[in-house]
């Protein structure tokens, strides 16, 4: 509830004055605002930011061994295009999702926003055929270390050639991406 709670203030607002306004917007977008905007009005900000504290009580545990923490960025690995997600939603570990947000790994961080958290490419493939990335999350405003962790595992993925999903949905092949070069060096 605190994670909708969140997102009901910072966002779904804006969210149900544009489905106000506009015809486009998806039954998803449409739930994620009602949903959220209704969770915020009935926690109320002391509520939030005692949670919130424990939140961030239970993560300085892991900061006192750890520098960062290297953790996936959702929950699973791929969604039907077109689906709106409201009745059939995916499982995890055969466990039925309450709502498509669930999957989302980001959310505790998107709260604890004094933690800076980066997602990038891990250079892996999922066996449903998807890419995968790594998220990395640092100590309370140490940007220099999630920055430096995400700038090594750049360095390291292997490139993902991108081209076969999308000429599988049907699309023209993308242009070949430039390949890394090494930095000048100096004589």
Known sequence: MVPDAHFGD?????????????DDITDYAQNFAT???AAAQRLRPQQRHREAGKMYRDIARLFERFDAILCPTVGI????????????????????????????LTRPF????????IAVPSGRIAAS????????????????????LAQTIEDLAEPIDY???????GHPAPPRPISRQEPPHDS
Do not use: M
Request: aromatic share 4%.
């Open 10 to 22: 910072h966002g779904a607002v804006d969210i149900g004055l544009l489905a106000a306004d506009c």
């Open 35 to 37: 949903r959220t905007t």
């Open 77 to 104: 690995t791929g969604l039907i295009a077109g689906n709106s997600f409201l009745a059939d939603l995916p499982a995890v570990n055969g466990q039925r999702l309450k709502t498509l947000s669930d999957i989302n």
């Open 110 to 117: 998107n709260i604890l926003n004094r933690l800076p958290a």
């Open 129 to 148: 055929g998807l890419p995968l990335g790594v998220q990395i999350v640092g100590r309370p405003y140490d940007e220099h270390t999630v920055l430096s």
């Open 163 to 169: 081209g076969w999903a999308v000429a599988a949905a």
